[in-house]
């Protein structure tokens, strides 16, 4: 199930890409849209750094 994982990742970092794309465009400029994207930023890195199994994934048999 690796191909799933990617693509779980795939729409979880563009999740955070459009997130962080209508904070740029909506909020106004200062500490409070920074504070936004560093913490999308710091989502987005915890998603890339995290393991490949999920605990919701299915554990093969060993049969």
Do not use: H
């Not at 409070?32 to 999920?54: E, H, K, P, Y």
């Amino acid at each position: 199930m690796v191909l799933a994982e990617w693509k779980r990742k795939i729409v979880a970092l563009a999740g955070f890409g459009l997130l962080a794309g209508l904070a740029w465009w909506t909020m106004d400029p200062g500490r409070g849209r920074d504070l936004v994207l560093v913490l999308l930023g710091g989502f987005a890195l915890r998603v890339m750094l995290t393991a490949g199994r999920s605990r919701y994934d299915k554990e093969e048999s060993p049969e």
